[in-house]
């Protein structure tokens, strides 16, 4: 390192060390490049055969070569297998500080490609004129060839850009600016914030609400097959974000071109999480964008569009530079979109270091064990806590093969966690919704980083996994949900598993009674009570899908301990339930009595002292 260091013109030469040890001088770094390459160049580049690019192109610099050779000395001979002990120190992701069960919230970037974007951004910085003018068309090129190979596609095709947002954003408001979309259609599981591009658009958005628990892929097509009249764009995702769903896109692209209608896939959670093969697809989107730093694991920063060869003409990018021709032309789709004016393209150069990276250790094993992984762990969290898997299906089955190709899993926690001592205890006086509050208990108490989202009106964790998880980094997770749950104290609960059958005994001072209603057809309550008593009752219906038909509650005011009262019932009549995060509160009449018998006109409220609850004919006694 001294050596490298020695003084060349007054000036002492910085050197860059790799990670495995090996010292890059930048003064390796050739420069000179024949001439200037211009944005708009980099589309007949992308058209060069094999032969032609190698004809006319050099290889990488020097220390990006050398990055590449360090990675085949180390994952050729003796390739680290999915799961290994060697896969974690393969990431950028610290793992010495936190169980790390969210991979896809932002994904975790490999060490080599960490590496080659810190070498391209110091080439960069050290010669901003030659790197830029001379050196970063090339490499673009060289990049957009690399990813077109890895999901078989046409590099002309293919557009770099920062992130999946920018491409949906690219195509939307090109549409709307074109007047080609005035009305659209996305599924109620779909990414929020394509719907609020949309409608700031002025676009009319058909939102077709998804009922739980989704059972079959085909469910999915048909929600669009049925509401696909008269809309002029549909946007689906190739994995959705919060539930982990994967959506058939071949079979969607097969119904929106049986019906002219341009189809955008938003694979955000798409690039390694599923095989992505666009030119083997019988049936091809209009459409696709996808991130690369999730599952592919590059730095953070790089995305892609890819458009179908019919689609291209026109296609405006969202900011207009030199790649750019004056007026709208149906060529040059890559120069258009891809250079957006001067800017840190690090991110999106070290894509060449993922495909690498994913070839070596092989697209289709990774995946397999990814999805394997995550189901595996579903399934354990569920054991361990008694509770049930988002998506489910028997093995070998279309629907459960369908239900295990998603590297992301929301499992059910259970309902009593949100009533817990210390949930309360922390969420007292904190910002955010009751997941949100979960999420940062997990976190900072257990050093657990998992997402916590509401489905069906119950609180889940959604699990990941990548090659780096082992089954035992869910453990901790198990452990920090049941200490939660079964802390001392806290409001009293009963669980009603179905009618007549009491699954557990009522304890403690306050009653939060959670039903599972969903077999039932109606329900009546007699609630009775101690005289001078204050408040209501409070249900919390965690297990769904709730019933169609009306909730009947019936309060009975006594004036001693005896089960008769001489005090008629006060009829609230009929009160209908709905969703509010992970609790239900009552709408469409009363809760509660004063004492002398008035009916309040209240929203929710809270028993001091419960003395019996009646369901049909089983009685349910507390303190």
């Keep these: 390192k001294r050596e490298l260091e020695e003084r060349i013109d007054g000036k002492v030469e910085i050197a860059l060390r790799h990670a495995s040890g090996v010292v890059l001088p930048v003064s390796e770094v050739d420069f000179s490049r024949p001439h200037i390459i211009g944005a708009d160049e980099l589309e007949s580049m992308l058209l060069w055969s094999d032969a032609e690019w190698n004809r006319h192109v050099p290889s990488s610099p020097p220390p990006i070569s050398a990055v590449y050779d360090a990675m085949v000395d180390r994952l050729g001979p003796n390739r680290p297998s999915p799961g290994s002990d060697e896969m974690k120190s393969e990431f950028m992701i610290c793992h010495s500080h936190q169980h790390f069960l969210n991979h896809g919230a932002f994904g975790g970037c490999l060490v080599d490609a960490f590496d080659v974007a810190q070498i391209w951004r110091f080439m960069c910085e050290s010669q901003p004129v030659a790197f830029i003018d001379r050196l970063l068309f090339t490499e673009l090129a060289r990049t957009t060839r690399y990813l077109s190979k890895f999901i078989s596609c046409h590099p002309q095709n293919l557009a770099l850009l920062p992130n999946a947002t920018a491409g949906f954003n690219t195509v939307i408001q090109s549409l709307c600016r074109r007047h080609i979309v005035r009305r659209a259609l996305v599924l109620s599981v779909g990414y929020r914030s394509v719907r609020k591009l949309l409608g700031r658009m002025g676009v009319d958005v058909v939102e077709v609400e998804i009922e739980y628990p989704v059972t079959h892929p085909q469910c999915l097509v048909e929600y669009v097959r049925q509401n696909v009249e008269g809309v002029d764009l549909v946007v689906v995702d190739h994995v959705t974000s919060n539930t982990g769903i994967p959506v058939p896109i071949e079979d969607m692209a097969e119904l929106c071109n049986l019906h002219h209608i341009p189809l ?358 507390s303190g």
């Design 264 to 621: 955008l896939i938003d694979g955000a959670h798409g690039l390694l999480a599923q095989k992505l093969a666009l030119n083997d697809m019988k049936h091809q989107p209009s459409y696709y964008v996808g991130n690369c730093h999730k599952w592919f694991c590059s730095p953070k920063g790089a995305g892609f569009l890819w458009v179908r060869d019919d689609r291209l003409a026109g296609l405006e990018p969202l900011v207009v530079s030199h790649g750019a021709a004056a007026e709208v032309r149906d060529d040059g789709f890559a120069s258009t979109h891809t250079w957006d004016g001067c800017r840190d393209y690090s991110s999106i150069l070290a894509i060449g270091a993922c495909t690498r990276f994913w070839n070596m250790l092989g697209q289709s094993e990774c995946r397999m064990y990814m999805h394997k992984m995550a189901w595996e762990a579903a399934q354990y969290l569920a054991s361990e806590w008694n509770t049930n898997v988002f998506l489910t299906g028997k093995e070998g089955t279309e629907e459960g093969d369908w239900a295990r190709k998603t590297p992301m899993h929301n499992v059910r926690l259970p309902g009593q966690i949100l009533s817990s001592r210390e949930y309360e205890q922390w969420a007292d006086g904190r910002r955010g919704t009751p997941g949100q509050v979960l999420q940062d208990l997990l976190f900072h108490r257990y050093g657990v980083e998992v997402p916590v989202k509401t489905l069906g009106g119950s609180p889940h964790v959604r699990i990941s996994a990548h090659v780096y998880s082992r089954m035992e980094d869910y453990h901790p997770l198990v452990e920090a949900v049941k200490k939660i749950v079964d802390a001392e104290g806290g409001n009293g609960r009963i669980m009603i598993s179905k009618f007549g059958d009491v699954a557990a005994e009522f304890e403690g001072d306050l009653g939060v009674v959670f039903v599972d209603i969903a077999k039932l057809d109606t329900i009546r309550f007699r609630g009775g009570l101690y005289p001078g008593f204050r408040g209501g009752l409070y249900l919390g219906f965690v297990f769904g899908p709730f019933p169609t038909s009306i909730l009947h509650l019936e309060f009975i005011k006594m004036r001693d301990d005896h089960a008769e009262t001489s005090i008629p019932a006060v009829e609230l009549g009929e009160i209908t339930p709905i969703w509010i995060e992970e609790r239900v509160v009552f709408q469409g009449g009363a809760m509660g009595m004063k004492e002398e018998g008035e009916v309040p006109n209240s929203g929710h409220v809270h028993f001091e002292r419960l003395h019996t609850f009646v369901l049909q004919d089983v009685m349910v006694k």
